[in-house]
């Protein structure tokens, strides 16, 4: 059954969160995440190794939405037309008409993303920033809410192409998806021995929001109130990591406003009209591991981005 129009972001959460751990075992902090992407208008790319339901996470989403979904495996022959889309000429009307690619959806999936040349990957660009695709001189709007979820694989490289930084900049958060604790595996198994099955979710999940619901959603969460003392201690997080001995390269602007724009939705799923430090220091690491720029000297001692964005919030004041 849907949520009456008139309920809240807070309490919508609360539902949707509820109802995806029908499914999902597990994986609440990368649920949260996505959810919070979606309701700040962010794409999130995911990263865990093979099997750890990073697809049914994406499948949970849309179907808890009534969105329609769309999984794009990417591979290296694939080209940018067949994910955006192209023109097409028609024998019966000898005329050229629009054939929309799979990006036409309201939750995309783009499986490895990193197994496609540069050119495809970048086909994502326009999509992800403006919510609309070109082609052949015709502007298209893409479905709203829109909300790209792009996989890699974390330990297979062979065969890949890295995403450049100009495009991972372009995802709000990158969303870790590890490996379950014994108790929560034993419990994916055990609900596969009482007969669930990912790929009928229909028969598993009960549909919340309508997608014109979630967009009245997000305008909620920009009324949030941001006061001066917390955006100057955003501010000061992206400058220390500008000088992080452990950085080449640190966080943009770009990272500042994903993780404002988050910490927003974040106060109203707690319950609250405007933003706190945590809201701020909860978001950071997603915001900022996939843009930060480790230096080979810090790789070879096995610092990992996560600990370098560890130490920079360690370092930073923290407004009272």
């Not at 870790?176 to 007969?195: I, M, N, T, W």
Request: glycine share 6%.
């Amino acid at each position: 059954m849907q949520l009456r129009e008139d309920v809240t972001l807070r309490l919508a959460w609360t539902r949707l969160r509820d109802e995806a751990a029908r499914v999902l075992v597990g994986l609440e902090e990368p649920f949260e995440q996505v959810a919070i992407a979606l309701f700040s208008g962010g794409h999130i790319l995911l990263e865990g190794v093979p099997g750890t339901g990073k697809t049914l996470l994406a499948k949970t989403l849309a179907r808890l939405i009534q969105g329609e979904f769309k999984r794009v495996q990417f591979t290296p022959d694939l080209m940018p037309s067949d994910v955006v889309g192209t023109s097409v000429f028609d024998l019966a009307t000898n005329r050229f008409h629009i054939h929309h690619g799979p990006i036409f959806a309201h939750v995309v999936l783009a499986d490895e993303i990193n197994r496609a040349p540069a050119k495809t990957q970048a086909a994502l660009l326009e999509a992800m920033e403006e919510h609309q695709v070109t082609i052949e001189g015709q502007s298209s709007p893409l479905p709203a809410p829109f909300i790209v979820l792009a996989t890699q694989n974390p330990v297979e490289y062979e065969g890949t192409y890295p995403l450049p930084e100009a495009q991972l900049d372009r995802f709000q958060f990158k969303v870790l998806v590890d490996y379950r604790s014994a108790d929560e595996e034993e419990e994916v198994l055990r609900r596969h021995q009482r007969g669930f099955n990912p790929h009928r979710l229909a028969d598993e999940l009960t549909p919340l929001l309508a997608p014109e619901r979630v967009l009245a959603l997000q305008g909620e969460a920009e009324t949030v109130r941001v006061d001066d003392a917390v955006l100057g201690y955003l501010t000061a997080i992206a400058r220390a990591s500008r000088r992080s001995p452990d950085l080449v390269l640190g966080a943009s602007p770009r990272a500042s406003i994903a993780v404002l724009r988050g910490a927003r939705v974040r106060a109203v799923m707690e319950g609250r009209d405007f933003v706190l430090p945590d809201d701020v220091k909860a978001l950071v690491p997603p915001a900022y591991r996939h843009r930060v720029v480790l230096k080979p000297e810090a790789e070879i001692q096995g610092v990992t981005a996560d600990d370098a964005v560890a130490r920079i919030l360690a370092g930073v004041e923290v407004p009272r």
